[in-house]
């Protein structure tokens, strides 16, 4: 069965706080997603990775970074962490669109708070 | 730059009734096309997906959609809604040049028994 995990199901930080949300994905997959979910803003993407290192922005960098140092695993960082920051964050996997499935698999979401 | 649209940002529906949420997106190329379910507490899952073919597409649960070219839409469809429907629905689309999704606003949809 197809597995993405967050480390967190909740998390509450202080502004200014450095925070890091992990994700990992069991399946193999080339590529990850972070999105972060507001209601009536749906899902928007933060950042996204192709490969191990790669990375490429998305349309909500700012205030955030990611790393990949290993396949399974997509860290997103918030640098110093602020009110406007408190949101819902899902990760995704998906197989390179080169092998004919584009599906996403989401993760259950990570639900930060920052005061 | 690529949007996709979800007329419908809260529905009501009664059990029995039937379902259609609109989707429209806008990108003149080749796309690939999903709806997405987001039950309450749980994560988000692949409700169905069009890539080619038969532009009818069957989903789990009793779900279809259609998508219709000319017009850049990609509809919901159930004919008779349960109780257990009650969820959070998101269309994305995706066009062949890149893996990344664009999802629309999400509909949220509640069901009264």
């Known amino acids: 069965d197809v597995k993405v995990t967050q480390s967190s199901r909740y998390l509450v930080k202080r502004t200014g706080e450095k925070v890091f949300l992990e994700c990992v994905q069991d399946m193999d997959h080339e590529n990850m997603f972070w999105y972060r979910q507001d209601p009536g803003l749906g899902l928007r993407l933060i950042y996204f990775s192709y490969d191990v290192k790669m990375k490429e922005k998305g349309d909500i960098p700012e205030g955030y970074s990611v790393s990949r140092e290993k396949k399974e695993r997509f860290s997103l960082i918030l640098e110093s962490a602020s009110t406007n920051q408190t949101s819902m964050y899902l990760c995704?996997?998906?197989?390179?669109?080169?092998?004919?499935?584009?599906?996403?698999?989401f993760g259950p979401g990570t639900r930060l708070t920052v005061l | 730059a690529q949007s996709v649209s979800q007329h419908n940002h809260h529905v009501i529906l009664s059990e029995a009734a039937s379902l259609e949420l609109g989707c429209n997106y806008s990108?003149?190329?080749?796309?690939?096309l999903f709806w997405y379910v987001q039950y309450p507490g749980q994560h988000l899952q692949l409700l169905l997906k069009?890539?080619?073919?038969?532009?009818l597409v069957k989903g789990i649960k009793g779900f279809e959609a259609e998508f219709i070219k000319s017009k850049f839409s990609f509809n919901l469809r159930k004919p008779s809604v349960q109780w257990s429907d009650t969820a959070e629905y998101f269309c994305a689309v995706q066009n062949h040049n890149t893996d990344k999704l664009i999802f629309g606003t999400g509909t949220r949809l509640q069901v009264f028994p």
């Open positions: 990108y003149g190329g080749t796309v690939n």
């Open positions: 069009y890539f080619s073919g038969d532009p």
């Open positions: 995704a996997s998906s197989t390179s669109g080169t092998s004919g499935s584009y599906e996403q698999f």
